[in-house]
């Protein structure tokens, strides 16, 4: 006979406690305990869903197989990037995003795209009928595509033993529950129950799964923390819902590297993956403009030009606005202040809006030099020529600071037909400019680079 008991769980690092209390002891947070109802089952209790195999041995290094894991090809390179160069046997991948950003149009239109693998599909939040008409609006239907709406873990076992796939889609991890664990969907234990045994079913089956997952308020993953820490690798699919462009980062992955990025263009007909993005994020129309600049960036491992663009003028009311968007406010406040301080430029009774083109949210400091440029550009009211490009961390003092891959930043630049590179000029060392037909501009400070753009 199963025993009841109450606990109280972290909904942040899932640390449980037989009482509430304020603060977690183990990750720190405050007001993170909630009351979960835990049934406990006899130890002797049989395997879910019959799926049970051998127990495993201890073996020493010496007698483990070397080898490298053979690659699932999910037909899309940007995703197939993102994994590390596919997807791996037996791992377990969660997907995570906002609400409606595209989860389960990617995963659904990745799927049909593998006509090769017998895939199965199971659905907790919609239905068959919505699955088949979100597909129809894909233009792609595959008969090795199998759709099944479960939300008990035990059922899905058995589905799984009865279809035997080749790969399991599970939308969402949320909606899944144990019979095992009174709670309701989406708590603390059964996020971290159903986790746990599907993942012990991926590695002893070697079947990958894909798990889809919500985010909460702060933009981190629903859920205990306890459920990053359990799968192999954890996606985060971001994007402006007003923009047409969606980002698929690596925060966490066993099997590759988390510098990676996947770039794609919502459609009406799904997902289309850019190859180039520079050419989509510029403006090709700004020439004549103040307050545009074009920054090579860095996301992950690719290069792609973005354009800045800033609008400074006089405060109607009594206190100036500051405002970003797909940049860091702070920064931007610091940015100002080294303009002020070290360059002289008065911007305290100035209004100043800033804006990365395209929706994009950039973390590379090396735009920096482009968002100060486009700030003065906006102020002085005057443009900044249309073929200069450029990349540059400011320091507090006023000092240009290097930055990283600066071969791969000229290159992108010189693929889309820019004429004049600013750089660090401690970036200079090590560059063969034999090779670069861009004219390089190396510059110190700021103030030789406002110098080199208007004169």
């Known amino acids: 006979m199963a025993k009841e008991k109450t606990v ?14 304020g603060k977690c002891p183990s990750c720190g947070e405050w007001n993170t305990y909630v009351e979960e109802i835990v049934r406990k089952e006899p130890s002797n209790r049989r395997a879910m869903g ?5 127990k495993a041995k201890p073996l020493s290094l010496s007698e483990i197989e070397p080898g490298e894991e053979e690659r699932i090809d999910m037909h899309d390179e940007e995703l197939n990037r993102v994994l590390g160069g596919g997807l791996v046997p037996g791992s377990l991948v969660l997907i995570g995003g906002e609400p409606g950003i595209g989860k389960s149009t990617l995963v659904l239109q ?56 080749d790969l399991v889609i599970i939308d969402s991890i949320q909606t899944i529950s144990t019979e095992s664990l009174e709670s309701s969907p989406g708590s603390v234990a059964q996020v971290r129950e159903c986790s746990a045994a599907i993942l012990r079913f991926a590695k002893e ?6 798990l889809i997952g919500h985010i909460n308020k702060e933009g981190s993953i629903a859920g205990p923390k306890v459920l990053e820490h359990i799968v192999d690798t954890v996606l985060q699919f971001e994007g402006d819902q007003h923009y047409m462009y969606r980002i698929l980062r690596s925060i966490k992955n066993r099997f590759g590297s988390t ?61 100036p606005q500051r405002s970003a968007t797909g940049f860091d406010i702070r920064r931007m406040n610091m940015l100002l202040a ?4 070290r360059v002289g430029f008065k911007l305290a009774q100035k209004d100043v809006f800033l804006n990365i083109a395209g929706g994009l949210k950039v973390n590379d400091p090396a735009i920096d030099l482009a968002v100060i440029s486009a700030i003065l550009s906006s102020n002085m009211d005057a443009a900044i020529e249309q073929e200069v490009c450029m990349a540059g961390e400011i320091g507090l003092s006023g000092e240009i600071r290097p930055v990283n891959r600066i071969e791969q930043r000229i290159g992108e630049a010189e693929k889309l037909g820019f004429k004049r590179f600013l750089l660090p000029k401690y970036n200079l060392q090590g560059i063969d400019r034999k090779k670069i037909k861009i004219e390089l501009v190396p510059v110190r400070k700021v103030e030789e680079a406002f110098r080199a753009l208007f004169g």
């Open 205 to 210: 089956t070697h079947t990958p799964v894909l």
């Open 8 to 21: 109280y769980v972290c909904s942040n690092c899932g640390q449980d406690s037989p009482k509430w209390v």
């Open 110 to 165: 990745t799927v049909l795209r593998m006509p090769e693998r017998k895939i199965l599909y199971i659905s907790g939040e919609e239905s068959a009928r919505q699955l088949k008409l979100r597909a129809d609006r894909l233009g792609q239907i595959s008969n090795d595509c199998l759709i099944v709406c479960e939300t008990s873990l035990e059922q899905i076992y058995v589905h799984i033993k009865n279809t035997n796939p």
């Open 338 to 341: 080294v303009l002020e301080k």
């Open 50 to 54: 019959g799926l049970e195999t051998p």
């Open 259 to 319: 510098a990676e990025l996947g770039i794609y263009e919502m459609r009406q007909d799904g997902l289309r993956q850019v190859s180039n993005p520079s050419e989509l994020l510029l403006n090709q129309d700004h020439e004549g403009m103040s307050g545009v600049a074009i920054a090579s960036a860095i996301e992950g491992v690719r290069p792609f030009l973005i354009e800045t663009q800033a609008l400074v003028s006089s405060a109607v009311y009594g206190n």
